[in-house]
Nanobody
Framework: QVQLVESGGGLVQAGGSLRLSCAAS????????MGWFRQAPGKEREFVSA????????SYADSVKGRFTISRDNAKNTVYLQMNSLKLEDTAVYYC????????????????WGQGTQVTVSS
């Protein structure tokens, strides 16, 4: 069992940056792939980024590639999402997830979820 708590969301102007964090409980954090998803009002939850259990591989949605960076610190049981050059369309609730493979891009393929953190990008 893994419990996840996101933080770091907020209101930012377009072009700005935010860093999301996701703290995990449990001794098995380092065995899980970690991912970030987001959900805008009226839309399905979509994949943003994921990282392999050991941090050696990452993947990104095309919409965020080159702007967002995922990383993890297994000693701190934490995964991060650095978001730069934010756009209006990045506005959403961002969710942290834990699963068995970093290459899974659909929300139903992931096992554990945080409660989400709101990111709002203004013009």
């Amino acid at each position: 069992q893994v419990q996840l708590v996101e933080s770091g969301g907020g209101l930012v102007q377009a072009g700005g940056s935010l860093r999301l964090s996701c703290a995990a409980s449990g001794r098995t954090f380092s065995t899980y792939a970690m991912g970030w998803f987001r959900q805008a009002p009226g839309k399905e939850r979509e994949f943003v980024s994921a990282i392999r259990y050991d941090g050696s591989r990452t993947s990104y949605a095309d919409s965020v590639k080159g702007r967002f960076t995922i990383s993890r610190d297994n000693a701190k049981n934490t995964v991060y999402l650095q978001m730069n050059s934010l756009k209006l369309e990045d506005t959403a609730v961002y969710y942290c997830a834990a699963g068995r493979s970093y290459s899974r891009n659909y929300y139903y393929e992931w096992d554990y979820w945080g409660q989400g953190t709101q990111v709002t990008v203004s013009s």
